[in-house]
């Protein structure tokens, strides 16, 4: 079992930045992929960011490519979402999520064993 703690968002306005943090527990992450999606009100939960424990592979959603940067602290056993110029469409409730065992890093939900609590991001213009 994985157990994933959320921490940071909050209500910014247009074209701040925030970081999300994500703390895991429960057993060794090596090869292990992570990500963060979001889902905003009505809507389903969207990918955002993945990324592979053990190397250097990412991945990202179109939206969020070049302003939102995932990155990990092995050590802490902690991944980040670094987020730049947010805009009020990235305003959504943010999840971190956890798979073990797979290739590639998958951009479907139901794809992850793991998730975090969540954490609001409203970003006003």
């Known amino acids: 079992q994985v157990q994933l703690v959320q921490s940071g968002g909050g209500l910014v306005q247009a074209g701040d930045s925030l970081r999300l943090s994500c703390a895991a527990s429960?057993?060794?992450?090596?090869?292990?992929?992570m990500a963060w999606f979001r889902q905003a009100p009505g809507r389903e939960r969207d990918f955002a960011a993945a990324?592979?424990?053990?190397?250097?592979?990412?991945r990202y959603a179109d939206s969020v490519k070049g302003r939102f940067t995932i990155s990990r602290d092995n050590p802490k056993n902690t991944m980040y979402l670094q987020m730049n110029d947010l805009k009020p469409e990235d305003t959504a409730v943010y999840y971190c999520?956890?798979?073990?065992?797979?290739?590639?890093?998958?951009?479907?939900?139901?794809?992850?064993?793991?998730w975090g609590q969540g954490a609001q991001v409203t970003v006003s213009s």
């Open positions: 999520a956890a798979v073990g065992g797979i290739s590639g890093l998958p951009i479907v939900p139901g794809s992850y064993d793991y």
């Open positions: 990324i592979a424990w053990s190397d250097t592979r990412t």
């Open positions: 429960g057993r060794a992450l090596y090869n292990y992929r």
